[in-house]
Nanobody, 116 residues
């Protein structure tokens, strides 16, 4: 139900915008967000936006990444700026259980590679 796009290869200091498009109205989900998983590491939260609009960022991305939600388009985007090599990972879109959809949903992942 979630389709992630926008990953790619970028140099240090560059920017990328990830987009997560839902095949259903995101009103039915709970919080939505982006996670990432680097090789050999656990999946970690990058940014999350609650139903009420409360936003949480990982300390490592504060001031560089911005999460946004468009309920009309049913998308959740992640604008990433000042990218660093340590941001290299597979990024996953997530949607938590909400008023309509009872599961925890993941997109297919999109690779972000930041070269030094």
């Amino acid at each position: 139900q979630l389709q992630a796009s926008g990953g790619g290869l970028v140099q240090t200091g560059g920017s990328l915008r990830l987009s997560c498009a839902a095949s259903v109205n995101i009103f039915g989900f709970g919080a939505m967000g982006w996670y990432r998983q680097a090789p050999g590491k656990q999946r970690e939260l990058v940014a999350r936006i609650s139903v009420g609009g409360r936003i949480t960022y990982a300390d490592s991305v504060k001031g560089r990444f911005t999460i946004s939600r468009d309920r009309v388009k049913s998308t959740v985007d992640l604008q990433m700026s000042s990218l660093k090599p340590e941001d290299t990972a597979v990024y996953y879109c997530n949607a938590e259980r909400g008023a309509v959809f009872s599961g925890n949903y993941w997109g297919q992942g999109t690779q972000v590679t930041v070269s030094s």
